[in-house]
């Protein structure tokens, strides 16, 4: 059933009134809303009904979205010519309470968010150009929250990236098999197993102390950089997972999406492999903007950060499979299993070219 998003949208300090409200965006977690409003000169919104299975402390992951909106519009304000409206995400508060969130009767929350007008937004990256624009503006994303005062971030999904940790519930959803799928899927958990030690290189250099932990967006897909008319990077979206992390995990989220030549729903995995001038591209932006910030460890394996993110990805469709589609919204029944194989064969296809990735790293840091 269609919430009434009428009375919800009249619950925000917003501008405008109401005329309709659609459900927009290719999202996996939250219910998302484009609310049009009537008068021509009026911001339309984007209303989100948040999904608080996958993010169980609603109030803490607002004061993160808080937080760090407020910095980066400081840091974005101070850009000559920038358009704060469009640049960085804008939190409506809520009428009575001021909060950046609303309780509806049924126990569900509710954030709006000024809509960033005449943007475009990509699920893969078909030009150098837009490849490019997306990995300056990550790096600048990382760059800008460096400096956050005060305390560090909460973590709005623990071990959100911490490949132990998912291997861990991968195997304790095999042992449960709860939707009694697992005799159909031994050839992809053997793709999963053979692979597990290689992948934990990121954890275990993080507990040396080799790599530092910094502030990271952690879910830098592709279409959470919207892009304006002339297609120039505009506005990072999606930040309920920024929170401290490693900078490969950016990185290689961005080029498994950007990266792929087919979607990441494809049927077809014969089309899937990835563009290495699409990521020659992306690390060209993005260093241009975190060079001198990353130390000789985080540079040596950032060719190898779109290996572990795809992997994790990997494991995470194929968990969310067995355990009977709990996580991931999706369209048919195997969607999940689907989701699974694609990313092996992006990961696979990644394989056969580490090296040229590596030589491409080299070359730019020179
Ligand atoms: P999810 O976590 O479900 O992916 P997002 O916050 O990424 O949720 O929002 C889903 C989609 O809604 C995005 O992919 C984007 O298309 C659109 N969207 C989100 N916020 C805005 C905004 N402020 N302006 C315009 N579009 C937005
Ligand atoms: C989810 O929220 P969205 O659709 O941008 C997921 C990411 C996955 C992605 C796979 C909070 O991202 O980790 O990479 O789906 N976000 C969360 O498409 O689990
Ligand atoms: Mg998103």
């Not at 490849?131 to 973590?155: K, N, T, V």
């Not at 967006?217 to 979206?237: E, G, V």
Request: include cysteine.
């Amino acid at each position: 059933m269609t919430p009434d998003l009428k009375k919800i949208y009249g619950c925000f300090r917003a501008d405008g009134t109401y005329l309709s409200g659609q459900l927009f965006g290719p999202g996996h977690i939250h219910d998302t809303y484009r609310i049009i409003t009537a008068e021509e000169q009026c911001d339309d919104y984007i209303l989100q009904r948040l999904n608080h299975h996958v993010f169980k402390d609603i109030p803490m992951l607002q004061e993160n979205m808080e937080r760090v909106t407020a910095h980066l519009r400081k840091k974005i304000s101070a850009i000559e010519g920038s358009d704060i409206r469009r640049e960085c995400l804008t939190l409506i508060p809520e009428k009575s309470t001021g909060r950046s969130w609303y309780t509806d009767e049924n126990g569900d929350f509710w954030r709006m968010f000024i809509f960033i007008s005449d943007h475009k937004s990509y699920e893969r990256v078909d030009s150098h150009h837009k490849a490019y624009e997306g990995g300056r503006m990550i790096g600048r994303f990382q760059a800008m929250l460096a400096d956050l005062p005060g305390d560090p971030l909460h973590e709005t999904i623990p071990d959100f990236h911490n490949i132990v940790k998912r291997l861990e519930t991968f195997h304790r959803v095999i042992q449960k098999d709860p939707a009694g799928r697992v005799s159909s899927v031994r050839a992809e958990i053997d793709e999963i197993t053979s692979r597990e030690e290689e992948m934990k290189i990121i954890v275990r250099l993080g507990e040396k102390g080799k790599i530092p932990m910094r502030i990271t967006h952690n879910d830098t897909k592709f279409n959470n950089i919207l892009f304006d008319s002339n297609d120039r990077a505009l506005c990072i979206i999606d930040l309920d997972t920024v929170m401290p992390g490693y900078v490969h995990y950016d990185f290689g989220d961005a080029i498994r999406t950007g990266s792929n030549t087919a979607d990441e729903d494809s049927p077809d995995i014969s089309e899937v492999s990835m563009d290495i001038g699409i990521y020659e591209a992306y690390a060209r932006g993005y260093l241009s903007e975190m060079t001198g910030t990353l130390n000789d460890t985080e540079k040596e394996y950032l060719a190898f950060a779109p290996r572990l993110l795809t992997y994790i990805m990997a494991t995470r469709f194929l968990t969310d499979y067995i355990d009977g589609d709990k996580y991931y919204k999706i369209k048919y029944p195997q969607h999940n299993l689907q989701r699974n194989k694609v990313q092996i064969a992006l990961l696979k296809s990644m394989e056969a070219q580490h090296e040229k990735m590596e030589l491409i790293i080299k070359n730019i840091i020179g």
